[in-house]
């Protein structure tokens, strides 16, 4: 397992080069851009989607018959200075050179509309999405395993029924109307005020002591997980009821009652290490859904400035660094997220061998 470990470990560094190599290529080649961006707000244009763009990232004037309407009436000085403070004005070669010089260092440079790096950007939005990522999947886990392995025993019968009407109810309801919903009858909408209605904390969070802290981060927090966990845990709770229903049909279940073992020993000694081990392996991609791109909406709709808002801002204003910078980030939490997996499998089930791969 120690090699196994090693080879990913090496990996990592190739295969986050791979990943921002495309993006980069991507990016140069869709159109706008941010100095297209600037442009458009200096001669009072949509910057939305509609508007005309060129797809190399530089700007010339009118003059220069350029495919950017924006850029025509602006004066060549500071199409030149704009180009300049993006770093446009360097050959494309030099540009990903730097940036893959920068990023082994984790330097991922500054924000190009905010007077911030990206790391300090990412470390302030890190604790909202950390919280709703968290808290969401653990309770999406707690409440779906028991769930799928009660609704595998009791497959069938009127208990079953009911719980998937209402898994499938609530998985099918949009989360952004779900969060309205609350707000409009529980965050003083209209009915009642009994939750906030943005933050993760009250602006008086630092004056409180430490049970009054954790009380103003629950109440915060827990109208934005309840949004994520009712549409989450569908999926989870029927690939584990249909994994317990495939293990509880095969042939060593039957050899093990017919040894006399109970049903909770044969239910939790064979069955339940063999039934989670699908589950076990695709552990990281709801994480990593929750943690940063899952819960935009959420963010969006409770005002809760999170590494997924983050990332969809920098994309609409063409914030590069950003761009860049979060998903590196998202890149390499998820190569880190799926080795642990891995462990965790060969932890479950011993005759799993990774040294082969």
């Known amino acids: 397992m120690r090699r196994y ?7 990592i560094p190739l295969t986050l ?18 100095v297209e961006y600037v442009l458009a707000k200096y001669s009072g244009m949509n910057t939305d989607s509609k508007a005309q763009f060129t797809s190399t990232g530089d700007v010339q004037n009118s003059s220069s018959n350029s495919a950017y309407q924006g850029a025509q009436g602006v004066p060549e000085d500071l199409i030149e200075e704009l180009n300049k403070q993006f770093g446009f004005d360097k050959p494309l070669g030099a540009r990903f050179w730097k940036m893959i010089k920068d990023y082994a260092r984790f330097d991922f440079g500054k924000s190009y509309y905010q007077d911030k790096t990206v790391l300090s950007l990412i470390s302030e939005r890190m604790p909202v999405s950390v919280s709703l990522g968290l808290w ?12 799928g392995i009660k609704k595998a025993l009791y497959d069938g019968t009127k208990f ?17 109307l779900l969060a309205v919903f609350l707000i409009v009858f529980l965050a003083g909408g209209t009915y009642f005020q009994i939750f906030p209605l943005r933050g993760l904390v009250s602006d008086n969070f630092d004056a409180l002591d430490t ?12 109208l934005p997980v309840l949004c994520i966990v009712i549409g989450g845990f569908a999926s989870l709770t029927m690939l584990t009821k249909n994994s317990f229903l495939d293990e509880i049909s095969k042939q ?5 009652r017919a040894k006399g073992l109970s049903e909770k020993d044969i239910l939790y000694k064979h069955v339940f290490r063999n039934a989670m081990l699908i589950i076990i392996a695709g552990f990281p991609a709801p994480l990593m859904k929750m943690l940063f791109t899952g819960s935009v909406l959420i963010e969006v709709v409770f005002s809760l400035n999170g590494l997924g808002l983050l990332g969809y ?45």
């Open 313 to 357: 801002e920098a994309i609409m204003t063409r914030d590069y660094p950003v761009i860049f910078g979060t998903l590196y980030v998202f890149a390499l939490l998820g190569l880190v997220l799926k080795l642990i997996s891995d462990i965790t499998y060969s932890i479950v089930d011993p005759r799993i061998n990774f040294e082969k791969i």
């Open 211 to 222: 049970i009054g802290k954790i009380k103003d981060y629950f109440w915060h927090i827990t």
């Open 17 to 34: 080069l791979g990943i921002l190599t495309v993006n980069f290529v991507i990016i140069q080649l869709s159109p706008g851009g941010p």
């Open 136 to 147: 969401s999947t653990l309770i999406i886990y707690l409440i779906a395993i028991p769930l």
């Open 5 to 11: 470990i090693l080879k990913r470990l090496l990996l």
């Open 252 to 256: 060593y279940v039957l050899t093990a």
């Open 160 to 176: 079953d029924m009911s719980t998937t009407v209402a898994v499938v109810v609530g998985s099918a309801i949009p989360v952004f």
